[in-house]
């Protein structure tokens, strides 16, 4: 149960299904956020806008599960929803995800099995009970494709097995007429038709029905899923309709031969892209195609009422997550942090537990300016008594406290300074000794680009020499007791699992490897012999038989080593 529970693929595909919930959401209230601010009214622009907002959030999804598995680690996700505080939260999520995504995979064949029906039913009237429509409406579609600029050759074809004209195919667009409509239309609403069904070929509905189909299968739980394909369907058959008006077809005799075709239109073929449209969308099509519809604002209260609906849906998914993370008001300051020297050398954990201070505020401007002032005095002296140079008795080093300066008594809590085993002092005393090489190094490297083009080497050896003694004067104990708590803060038991694992692990490569060669080199043999029609290596037991069943052993000691190196360590 544990295994199944850490599984790399369930917990990457639960953590995609949960974020492209609001994924969704969010692109969805965009779309309604650009078609309401900016008065997009073209039903071409707002199909376009939906199915690219969709495809959109379907490579968001990928990329999410993507990033997740990829990684195989799953803390990834918890950066993804913002979760990363509450580890029980977590916990619960890693738990409930793999059992969820099962559940996911077990629902998904329905909707798949579903696609796949219809797209072989799709291919199936492609060709079977077809036959050549009369050349008045072949002449009719080759002349209008040209019009509208389709390069591709369109056929038209009378179909049995059809109640609605449709159009099929991306590479090879068809159109398929039921002949119902051939005996029930008019010339002028069969062209209106016709031209209906070049307008989706001109746009590539065919293709673009198909993806978005296809992702609505994946997406079956999704509701913005649904209600996007519902906007990019209603909108491209408005599109296809304007471009009907455009070509001035009368529009009573075009919305009744929608109606008649409605009629007949009882097989649905989701795949296909029919004329008649669906019903619920029928009568606004009707509506706008006789002038008759009603006169909506663009932002209207339902309308904003869907929006905010999405955005607390979207905040609600988030709030979950994010608002259950514990604060933590004992965290330094980011710049705090930045300014210790220890900063990159300890890990989050013992950061915090360690309060670093930067014993060097502007040490370098301090010391440049100190040995100019000595060697200037050095150089006086120099002059008058031909001695060396002195540094005057008035010169107070820099970590020097003034005792005649106020005392202030400032009441302080004293940090528990931890007992250690002397093995971990002299530890810490090492640890130490770096830090202050590392310090010396660093520091006169900053000071030496500030002085590059000024002093010579003589003198920057002297400054060297300087700031390294006033490096040493430092007082270094906070830095010894920073470094005492952190390292009594560290789970050397974790630390030392975490070795014990990873040579395992390096153990287990290196015997894949050998079971492998070895393995390469038992069928290497056993081609050989069987090449050669040979049975057996003459003057040994070695036969093809043997050599097979070494094989077989070996493969399962392979797989052993798989199993064993994927599985994963839980510490309780």
């Given at each position: 149960m544990?295994?199944?529970g850490?599984?790399n693929?369930?917990?990457a595909l639960g953590?995609?299904?949960l974020n492209?919930?609001?994924?969704?959401?969010l692109?969805?209230?965009?779309y309604?956020f650009v078609t309401?601010?900016?008065?997009?009214?073209?039903?071409?622009?707002?199909?376009?806008?939906?199915?690219s907002?969709?495809m959109?959030?379907?490579?968001w999804f990928?990329f999410t599960?993507a990033?997740i598995f990829?990684?195989n680690d799953?803390t990834?996700?918890?950066?993804l929803v913002?979760?990363d505080?509450n580890q029980?939260?977590?916990?619960w999520f890693r738990?409930?995800?793999p059992?969820a995504?099962?559940?996911y995979l077990?629902l998904?064949?329905?909707p798949l099995v579903?696609?796949?029906?219809?797209?072989?039913?799709?291919q199936?009237?492609?060709?079977?009970g077809?036959?050549?429509?009369?050349?008045?409406?072949?002449m009719f579609v080759r002349?209008?494709?040209?019009?509208?600029?389709i390069?591709k050759p369109?056929?038209?074809?009378i179909?049995?097995?059809v109640?609605?004209?449709v159009t099929?195919g991306?590479i090879k667009?068809?159109i398929?007429?039921?002949m119902?409509a051939?005996?029930h239309?008019?010339?002028?609403?069969?062209?209106?038709?016709?031209?209906?069904e070049l307008?989706?070929?001109r746009?590539?509905?065919y293709?673009v029905?198909?993806?978005?189909?296809?992702?609505q299968s994946?997406?079956y739980?999704n509701p913005?899923?649904k209600?996007f394909?519902?906007?990019v369907e209603?909108?491209?058959?408005?599109?296809?309709d304007e471009m009907v008006?455009q070509f001035?077809?009368?529009?009573?005799?075009y919305?009744t031969a929608?109606l008649?075709?409605e009629?007949a239109n009882?097989?649905?073929?989701?795949?296909?892209?029919?004329?008649?449209?669906?019903k619920?969308?029928l009568?606004h099509?009707i509506?706008?195609i006789?002038g008759?519809q009603?006169?909506?604002p663009v932002?209207?209260?339902?309308?904003?009422?869907?929006?905010f609906a999405g955005l607390?849906?979207?905040?609600?998914?988030?709030?979950l997550l994010?608002?259950s993370?514990p604060?933590?008001?004992?965290?330094a300051?980011?710049?705090?942090?930045?300014?210790s020297p220890?900063?990159?050398?300890?890990?989050?954990n013992d950061r915090?537990?360690?309060?670093f201070?930067?014993?060097?505020?502007?040490?370098?401007?301090e010391v440049?300016?100190?040995?100019a002032?000595?060697?200037?005095?050095?150089?006086k002296?120099k002059?008058?008594?031909?001695?060396?140079?002195?540094?005057?008795?008035?010169h107070?080093?820099l970590?020097d406290?003034?005792e005649?300066?106020p005392v202030?008594?400032?009441?302080?809590f004293?940090?528990v300074?931890?007992v250690?085993s002397?093995?971990?002092?002299?530890q810490?005393?090492e640890a130490?000794?770096?830090?202050k090489?590392v310090?010396?190094?660093?520091?006169?490297?900053?000071?030496?680009?500030?002085i590059a083009?000024?002093?010579t080497e003589?003198?920057?050896?002297v400054?060297?020499?300087?700031l390294a003694?006033?490096?040493?004067?430092m007082d270094?104990?906070?830095?010894e007791?920073?470094?005492?708590?952190?390292y009594d803060?560290?789970?050397w038991n974790?630390?030392?699992?975490?070795?014990?694992l990873?040579?395992s692990r390096i153990?287990?490569?290196?015997?894949?490897?050998?079971?492998?060669k070895a393995?390469?080199?038992l069928?290497?043999l056993?081609?050989?012999?069987?090449?050669n029609?040979?049975?057996s290596?003459?003057?040994t037991?070695?036969?093809?038989?043997s050599?097979e069943q070494?094989?077989q052993?070996?493969?399962?000691?392979?797989?052993?080593?798989?199993v064993?190196?994927?599985?994963k360590?839980?510490?309780?």
């Amino acid at each position: 149960m544990a295994a199944f529970g850490e599984s790399n693929f369930l917990q990457a595909l639960g953590w995609a299904v949960l974020n492209s919930l609001w994924q969704m959401a969010l692109l969805w209230v965009a779309y309604q956020f650009v078609t309401g601010v900016f008065k997009v009214k073209n039903p071409g622009k707002k199909s376009v806008l939906a199915s690219s907002l969709l495809m959109t959030g379907f490579g968001w999804f990928v990329f999410t599960f993507a990033s997740i598995f990829f990684s195989n680690d799953t803390t990834v996700a918890a950066n993804l929803v913002s979760m990363d505080g509450n580890q029980q939260l977590n916990d619960w999520f890693r738990k409930t995800l793999p059992v969820a995504s099962l559940i996911y995979l077990v629902l998904l064949v329905l909707p798949l099995v579903h696609f796949i029906r219809n797209y072989r039913y799709v291919q199936a009237i492609r060709h079977h009970g077809i036959s050549k429509a009369d050349v008045e409406w072949r002449m009719f579609v080759r002349r209008v494709a040209a019009q509208l600029g389709i390069q591709k050759p369109v056929h038209v074809w009378i179909s049995e097995m059809v109640t609605s004209p449709v159009t099929i195919g991306y590479i090879k667009p068809v159109i398929l007429i039921p002949m119902a409509a051939v005996n029930h239309l008019s010339t002028k609403q069969m062209e209106a038709v016709l031209l209906h069904e070049l307008s989706h070929i001109r746009r590539y509905d065919y293709l673009v029905n198909l993806i978005i189909k296809f992702i609505q299968s994946i997406l079956y739980f999704n509701p913005f899923v649904k209600a996007f394909v519902q906007i990019v369907e209603r909108e491209r058959e408005k599109s296809c309709d304007e471009m009907v008006m455009q070509f001035q077809y009368d529009p009573h005799g075009y919305a009744t031969a929608l109606l008649e075709l409605e009629k007949a239109n009882h097989l649905p073929k989701i795949l296909a892209v029919a004329a008649a449209g669906k019903k619920n969308d029928l009568l606004h099509r009707i509506e706008w195609i006789m002038g008759v519809q009603k006169k909506k604002p663009v932002i209207s209260f339902n309308k904003i009422a869907a929006v905010f609906a999405g955005l607390l849906f979207i905040i609600s998914l988030n709030a979950l997550l994010i608002f259950s993370k514990p604060s933590d008001n004992k965290q330094a300051p980011l710049f705090a942090d930045l300014s210790s020297p220890f900063y990159f050398f300890v890990n989050d954990n013992d950061r915090k537990a360690a309060d670093f201070i930067d014993p060097l505020p502007e040490l370098n401007k301090e010391v440049i300016a100190n040995i100019a002032a000595e060697k200037k005095e050095a150089a006086k002296q120099k002059i008058a008594t031909d001695k060396q140079p002195i540094v005057p008795a008035e010169h107070i080093s820099l970590f020097d406290q003034d005792e005649s300066a106020p005392v202030i008594n400032v009441t302080t809590f004293k940090p528990v300074i931890p007992v250690l085993s002397p093995k971990e002092s002299a530890q810490v005393k090492e640890a130490l000794n770096v830090s202050k090489i590392v310090l010396k190094e660093g520091q006169w490297r900053a000071v030496e680009q500030k002085i590059a083009e000024v002093f010579t080497e003589q003198e920057k050896t002297v400054l060297k020499a300087e700031l390294a003694k006033q490096i040493n004067k430092m007082d270094f104990s906070k830095w010894e007791q920073s470094l005492k708590i952190a390292y009594d803060k560290i789970d050397w038991n974790k630390v030392n699992a975490n070795l014990d694992l990873a040579v395992s692990r390096i153990t287990l490569d290196s015997l894949q490897r050998v079971y492998t060669k070895a393995l390469t080199e038992l069928n290497s043999l056993q081609v050989q012999l069987t090449e050669n029609c040979q049975h057996s290596i003459p003057d040994t037991d070695v036969t093809v038989e043997s050599l097979e069943q070494q094989k077989q052993n070996l493969q399962k000691a392979i797989n052993k080593l798989r199993v064993v190196r994927t599985k994963k360590v839980i510490h309780l």
